[in-house]
């Protein structure tokens, strides 16, 4: 797969993930359960952790074949904040399941990693994206 094939890709995810991210942080105040509880705690440690992995190994990789002078390490620091923000999720996941009392901060938890991965794909498609695209072009 190409550059631009991998980033579309990425591109098509991200639309994904913020469509279950809006929709459930809706639920999450008109439907709350452990049902739903559960989908997002394996939505944030299963498929966000891949879609990382996919974009601090091969997105990264791709690009510094091309563009030796690419800072990945931006790409991997992005991450890493949005990893502390999800491990506060399960932090209060877990206290919550002993102690409803932290049902406000277990929601409100989950609602400022949604914002954040949100903002986070919107800088990756505004931002990075299109200026690997220019540098394709320049490539060629």
Do not use: C, G
């Amino acid at each position: 797969m190409d550059l631009k094939d991998f980033i579309e890709n990425l591109k098509n995810e991200h639309q994904e993930y913020i469509q279950k991210m809006e929709n459930w942080k809706k639920l999450l105040h008109f439907k709350f359960n452990e049902d739903l509880l559960e989908k997002i705690i394996n939505f944030l440690k299963e498929d966000i952790q891949n879609h990382a992995e996919k974009e601090e190994e091969r997105l990264n990789q791709k690009i510094e074949e091309k563009y030796p002078d690419f800072d990945s390490q931006a790409i991997i620091f992005a991450h890493d904040v949005l990893d502390e923000a999800i491990e506060d999720v399960i932090y209060y996941y877990e206290k919550y399941k002993k102690n409803k009392k932290y049902k406000d901060r277990l929601v409100n938890s989950i609602e400022k990693v949604f914002t954040m991965l949100k903002d986070h794909f919107m800088e990756e498609e505004n931002f990075l994206f299109p200026n690997v695209y220019k540098e394709e072009k320049e490539w060629l």
